[in-house]
């Protein structure tokens, strides 16, 4: 599995703030991608800062979907007010999750 880092810079954010507000359509946006695996947002609201880091199946997969990553990050970006900071790329090195 890959994953792409992007962090962003903006404002920051009310604590009452909703951040789920635009998830929907963005995940929209990416989650037909083939090799799209998931995404996480994550924000430091006293700050603004944010990262956001989507899973791929495989380093291909990230690499064929970075057009319209691109197209995305820079278009949510703008419209939430944030600027984006830099993009790292990783392969995972491991994972683990407790539900």
């Avoid at 700050?47 to 949510?76: C, F, N, P, Y």
Wanted: cysteine-free.
């Amino acid at each position: 599995m890959f994953a792409r880092l992007s962090t962003y810079q903006g404002s920051p954010v009310p604590e009452d703030g909703d951040l789920s507000a635009t998830s929907e359509a963005v995940v929209k946006q990416v989650q037909d991608a083939h090799g799209f695996v998931g995404v996480y947002y994550l924000v430091d609201r006293s700050s603004g800062k944010a990262v956001s880091l989507t899973l791929w199946e495989d380093e291909q997969a990230m690499h064929d979907s970075e057009q319209r990553a691109a197209r995305i990050r820079e278009e949510t970006a703008r419209r939430e007010g944030q600027r984006v900071l830099s993009v790292e790329r990783y392969e995972v090195g491991f994972s683990h999750f407790n539900r």
